[in-house]
Structure formats: C-alpha cells, structure tokens
C-alpha cells in the first residue's frame, strides 16, 4: 500500500508551505495519519498526527502554534499547513498511515509511509 506526499519546495524562512498526503481509500478510511521528519544527520522525528475522523490531532512541541493538519475522508488526503517556516525545520518529511484509529508519536505505530518530500527552508 502505497502513500504519496507532495508539496515540499525551497522557501525563505518565515514562509509557508501546504504538504499533502494521498493514498488509496483502503489505507485511509479507518486509520489515523502521522507526519515525519528527517533531516541529514538525525533520526526521524514525529511532527503531527490526526485520528480517523479528523477529530484529534496532535503535534511536536517545536510546530505548535505553527502547523497545522487536516483530513479530507472523501478525497482520502491529509494536509499539513505549515506556518512560520524555520531552517531548522528543513528536513525530509514523511506521511504515514497507523495501525490504529487515534496517532501516536512513535514511528513504529504506523504501517504504510510514503517516500517523502523536501522542505528547505532558507534564512
């Protein structure tokens, strides 16, 4: 099963950029959706997650306030806004479909990841 992330680009910090998540109904419908991070050098760090529904949502203490995320269910896609670009936050960024109905912050919670997108942000 397969997930596609899209919408990384180079932007100036203080920027924005709009990250989207798209997949097949069967990987979606009942499951929560988490976004990631890697950058060069480091491990991957979770950067939010929303429940099945759109109902709950939860991020990183370093992207609050900042980003945001939403879910379409009838166009099985998942958006994470983000806001106030930093250069710390360039990095790869992941989506990934959970296990479970509610996201967790660990990685090894979900099952299906896409191949990421790039997000660079300059100063």
């Known amino acids: 099963v397969q997930l596609q992330a899209s919408g990384g680009g180079l932007v100036q910090a203080g920027g924005s950029l709009r990250l989207s998540c798209e997949s097949s109904?069967?990987?979606?419908?009942?499951?929560?959706v988490g976004w990631f991070r890697q950058a060069p050098g480091k491990e991957r760090e979770f950067v939010a997650t929303?429940?099945?529904?759109?109902?709950?949502?939860s991020f990183a203490d370093s992207v609050k306030g900042r980003f945001s995320i939403s879910r379409d269910r009838a166009k099985y896609t998942v958006t994470l806004q983000m806001n106030s670009l930093k250069p710390e936050d360039t990095a790869v960024y992941y989506c990934?479909?959970?296990?479970?109905?509610?996201?967790?912050?660990?990685?090894?919670?979900?099952?299906?990841w896409g191949q990421g997108t790039q997000v660079t942000v300059s100063s």
């Open positions: 109904r069967r990987t979606f419908s009942n499951n929560a």
């Open positions: 929303i429940s099945w529904n759109g109902g709950i949502t």
């Open positions: 990934a479909a959970s296990r479970y109905s509610i996201g967790a912050t660990s990685p090894h919670t979900y099952v299906s």
